[in-house]
């Protein structure tokens, strides 16, 4: 179940039932921590969709160009070295062979790729936000999702028979090493121009929503606790 629509119909049935109840600290519990945890519901909601007006949503989405520049520099300096190239051409009946970059993949070390995302949002408009919960140490459950989502991404890319026709057509020209590294990048990135931003917003989505929604909760407990010192203070 979704742990954010949870949080948020606990809080509000809270101070609702205290408003009815007519029991100021139930009502103050309730009340602060709806705000609590709807206000990080919005934050984490901006973090992929931009709302006109407010600057510094949509943070995901806007940096859509980054994000591909990063793939594309990934591939070229750890899989398409001179030394793997020379490597694999063609099978035995003359087809495209497909390249198994699988173990390669599996040894890419992805972290710096994690590390650009979190940075990206400490420096958004969110980043005060995400301090109160722990600044980027908050955002460490999610290193182990993306790594295996990009890593399962970059298997699929490079498996595709389209992809694997089109770098043997490249690598069997006469200036094979000369200018393949060029070629090469221009391939793949024809490839990441299919990927759209609404495509790669969906991956992290994905990824971050389950556990960024630990930030609406404690969202919630936080403002309830304001809330009862708040009322406790007015006894």
């Known amino acids: 179940m979704n742990k954010s629509y949870i949080t948020n119909a606990i809080a509000l049935i809270t101070a609702v039932g205290g408003y009815f109840l007519e029991n100021e600290i ?5 009340l602060f921590a709806v705000s609590g945890a709807i206000t990080n519901s919005i ?8 709302v006109p007006g407010l600057y510094g949503s949509g943070v995901i989405p806007a940096r859509f160009e ?3 520049l990063g793939i594309r520099d990934l591939m070229m300096t750890q899989f398409f070295t001179d030394e793997n190239i020379d490597k694999f051409l063609s099978d035995s009946s003359g087809a495209a062979s497909h390249l ?7 040894k890419i070390d992805l972290e710096p790729a994690f590390n650009s995302l979190v940075n990206t949002i400490e420096e958004s ?6 301090a109160m919960f722990g600044g980027s140490e908050a955002l460490i459950p999610l290193k182990e999702p993306f790594i295996i989502k990009m890593k399962t991404s970059f298997v699929e890319i490079t498996q595709s028979d389209n992809f694997n ?7 069997e020209q006469p200036d094979v090493l000369g200018s393949v590294k060029e070629k090469v990048e221009s ?4 490839r990441l121009d299919e990927l759209t931003p609404q495509l790669v917003k969906q991956i992290i989505q994905d990824m971050i929503r389950k556990h960024l929604g630990w930030l609406v909760v404690w969202g919630g407990v936080f403002g309830g606790l304001i809330g009862l010192i708040s009322a406790l203070l007015q006894l």
């Open 165 to 171: 026709e089109l770098v043997k057509a490249e690598l």
């Open 100 to 106: 198994n970059l699988v173990p390669i993949i599996e």
């Open 43 to 50: 934050a984490i909601h901006m973090l992929f969709e931009k």
């Open 66 to 68: 980054e994000f591909k």
């Open 26 to 30: 139930i009502f103050s519990i309730g």
């Open 187 to 190: 391939i793949i990135t024809k």
């Open 125 to 130: 408009s969110f980043g005060s936000m995400l």
